[in-house]
């Protein structure tokens, strides 16, 4: 394991960096571009962001909704068809 | 017979159902204790968090320590002091748990699973908000047809 660390060869890395692009939502991903390592890293930290905040979001939302929920019936309705599909 | 259409939840990520289901029951305990509003939604946050973190490889350092990190009850990292020179992975090593001590290989395969995970949890918990709305809008109107 260690000695295939000390080899990391650039192709690995291109590897790595393309399939990070792959990830990036497509407006984020234009802007990224081919050229630049450094602007796809900018990116993903913008994205990564982004994500945190929308948890943020979505946690309140659901504390507001739950809150009103009727929770036995919708609870079991949700485990449920989660776990089926 | 009341025939209401209800709207089946999608499982965002179904080859992993343990996103889902960590993060669910986590949701239904916390449903159970009556704290305030603003306690509620950080337990949220946490199970969000938490969910993501145990459903993902073990070989996964920011698993790890994003667990960690809800144990000692801090859910971003501590700010890394600024260095003098900065390289252009510093930003991501901040923003990545446990980024700090990874080689530039690592970083972003940690990266990657990480990103996974995050989008993964987004749309579950968009998902969850989408059917409760949905549940809540289905039994106003079957309450206003029984009226």
């Known amino acids: 394991m260690s000695s295939r660390r000390s080899r990391i060869t650039e192709d690995e890395i291109n590897e790595l960096i393309s399939k990070l692009q792959s990830l990036l939502p497509e407006a984020r991903r234009r802007s990224a571009g081919r050229a630049s390592a450094a602007k796809l890293l900018k990116e993903t930290c913008n994205y990564i962001k982004s994500l945190h905040r929308e948890v943020d979001d979505l946690s309140d939302r659901l504390s507001g909704l739950m809150a009103t929920m009727d929770t036995n019936s919708a609870e079991a309705e949700i485990v449920r068809s989660l776990l089926q599909s | ?147």
């Open chain 2, 1 to 147: 017979m009341n025939s209401k259409k209800k709207r089946t939840l999608a499982n965002p990520n179904p080859r992993n159902p343990m996103q889902a289901f960590h993060f669910l029951r986590s949701l239904s305990r916390i449903n159970l204790s009556t704290a305030p509003f603003h306690k509620r939604c950080r337990a949220i946050r946490r199970a969000a968090y938490a969910s993501m973190a145990r459903s993902a490889s073990p070989n996964r350092a920011w698993s790890h320590a994003v667990l960690y990190q809800l144990h000692r009850r801090r859910r971003r990292p501590v700010p890394v002091q600024a260095r003098c020179k900065t390289h252009q992975n510093d930003a991501l090593r901040r923003l990545l748990p446990g980024g700090e001590a990874m080689d530039t290989c690592r970083l972003l395969e940690e990266t990657i699973d990480y990103v996974q995970r995050l989008r993964t949890q987004v749309k579950l918990m968009q998902e969850i908000v989408d059917s409760v709305k949905d549940d809540a809008v289905h039994e106003e109107k079957r309450q206003k047809e029984e009226n």
